[in-house]
């Protein structure tokens, strides 16, 4: 019984080190990554992305069309 609740606190405080918290990230961070970005953190990531495009500077916002279309042309 103990190994089992040892492993369950273990894995409880370890999870949280695989996930990726793109909200942490610059937005030039992220306009960095695009293309990069893992298939199961790509929801995440497009959505914190477009969450700033409205607040993005024109040079931030010409690099990120530039990214994305670049992304797109790799798929």
Excluded: C, W
């Excluded at 606190?9 to 990069?36: K, R």
């Excluded at 298939?39 to 995440?44: C, P």
């Amino acid at each position: 019984m103990k190994k089992l609740l040892t492993i369950f606190i273990l894995l409880a405080f370890m999870t949280p080190l695989f996930a990726v918290d793109f909200s942490e990230m610059s937005t030039q961070e992220l306009i960095e990554i695009i293309g990069f970005v893992k298939k199961e953190n790509r929801a995440k990531f497009e959505k914190e992305l477009k969450s700033r495009v409205s607040t993005m500077s024109q040079k931030e916002r010409n690099q990120y069309h530039k990214n994305m279309k670049k992304s797109k042309e790799k798929r």
